[in-house]
């Protein structure tokens, strides 16, 4: 597929053959998504010329191959490929002394995030419930500077007051150490993926968005550890593509949203489309005979056929099923500057908003959805800590959620200072780090 090409001082690949076959029928050539991926992958070393990364990823574009299942899953394992690496091992030992195991949460690491590109400049919701669901979850926030909108998850952090984390110090050496003082860690894409400084250009110029724009919340990379995850995504039909996606990579924990207005948030104001992955047993695996216990249940049975299976359900989920009103999207949409939507983060955390607030609603129920995927919300008894009355709410809503208990909880994180305790912990701790 790719060939050495002699450009002078650089040593680049030829992908011509592929580029070839991609366009203008990939299926008639019989392209597969790890020729793709392993195309993609060269970028991460800068073994590709601007004009066929260009070339590649135009191709991808408008033959709507980067919007395949498949091909998103191969690229993004090729992105977490190139990523620095990060020792895992130490890290899942902080994760297993640090996480607290709640209802079908096993104290794993969690995300949450978009794609963007939705054009409705809203505030950072997805980041404040990061940081919210940090008072009971363990949160691994991948993020980075706004691309699309005035105010990325980056941008936003970096404008806080009246100290800013140091987002740079949470490098692939200093992760684990994170961990040890907060359940908090914002993981700067540049810091953990240098590749990508190889095509950033490329795209600027190109002028749509490509492939890239959908990776980013693939490409968590600390993904091996992480439990559960909400992603959103601002186009319906890429729903299912993602939900895809995400099993393919062996995702059991997950929700991709999309609001109907075409937003990558669960949506304040009207329905938001929702495919969550949901393991169940298979009824075609045989069980042993020999199997002493639960624990020592082997994965596949002696025809090779899984026990559990990764479900897709798709269902919708209104501001009623959080037991909270609607809001219109211009209520929670103030286009505002980072330092301007850094102040209503604060504001926020310090319990500082009203309780009817239309940002503060759309928060919970964001946060709401990662607590309920997270498993935290089906524990049947609830001791959160001081603040927390104990009345858990059992009602189930769409997809057997308990939607409401989750915003339960989020009000709880706001309300007794813990997600204020674990945002300050994490910014002293990442300001303690010489960068």
Not at 48 to 68: C, I
Not at 72 to 89: L, T
Not at 92 to 103: D, F, L, P, Q
Not at 274 to 299: F, G, I, M
Request: net charge negative; with cysteine.
């Amino acid at each position: 597929m790719a060939q050495p090409a002699d450009l002078g001082k650089s040593q680049y690949i030829s992908i011509t053959p592929l580029l070839k076959r991609i366009w203008p029928s990939p299926e008639e050539a019989e392209v597969t998504a790890d020729e793709v991926a392993l195309a993609i992958s060269h970028i991460f070393t800068d073994q590709l010329s601007p004009v066929q990364t260009g070339a590649l990823l135009t191709a991808l574009h408008f033959t709507g191959w980067d919007r395949k299942a498949d091909v998103i899953a191969k690229c993004a394992a090729a992105m977490r490929d190139a990523a620095a690496p990060v020792d895992m091992k130490a890290l899942r030992e902080i994760v297993r002394e640090r996480g607290r195991k709640e209802g079908d949460y096993s104290g794993g690491l969690c995300d949450i995030v978009g794609t963007g590109g939705d054009s409705h400049s809203t505030f950072n919701i997805s980041t404040t419930s990061s940081i919210l669901a940090s008072s009971l979850l363990l949160l691994s926030k991948h993020g980075n500077r706004a691309s699309t909108s005035k105010s990325g998850s980056a941008d936003l952090l970096a404008s806080t007051t009246p100290t800013a984390p140091n987002i740079q110090a949470i490098t692939p050496d200093t992760i684990a150490k994170v961990y040890e003082k907060t359940n908090y860690a914002f993981l700067f894409a540049p810091v953990f993926h240098p590749g990508m400084k190889y095509v950033a250009t490329v795209r600027r110029e190109l002028g749509w968005r490509t492939i890239f724009n959908l990776l980013g919340p693939l490409a968590n990379p600390v993904e091996s550890a992480i439990e559960a995850r909400v992603v959103g995504v601002a186009r319906r039909d890429l729903g299912p593509v993602f939900a895809d996606a995400l099993r393919m990579g062996g995702a059991k924990k997950a929700m991709i949203i999309c609001g109907e207005e075409d937003l990558d948030e669960i949506s304040c104001a009207g329905r938001t489309f929702c495919w969550r992955l949901v393991e169940r047993h298979n009824p075609k695996y045989r069980e042993s005979q020999n199997v002493a216990d639960e624990a020592s249940t082997p994965t596949n049975d002696e025809d090779g056929t899984r026990r559990i299976l990764v479900e897709i359900e798709e269902f919708t989920l209104s501001p009623s099923d959080f037991g909270l009103p609607a809001h219109q999207l211009s209520e929670v949409s103030p286009g505002k500057l980072p330092h301007q939507n850094a102040a209503i983060l604060t504001k926020l955390l310090r319990n500082e908003m009203p309780r009817d607030d239309p940002i503060l609603h759309f928060v919970l129920m964001n946060t709401a959805a990662l607590f309920v995927i997270a498993g935290i919300c089906d524990a049947d008894e609830s001791n959160m800590g001081h603040g927390d009355n104990g009345n858990v709410i059992k009602e189930e809503g769409p997809c057997g959620g308990r939607w409401k208990e989750g915003v339960r909880r989020a009000r709880w994180a706001i309300e007794s200072g813990e997600a204020w305790k674990s945002w300050s912990a994490y910014v002293e701790v990442s300001n303690s780090f010489n960068t």
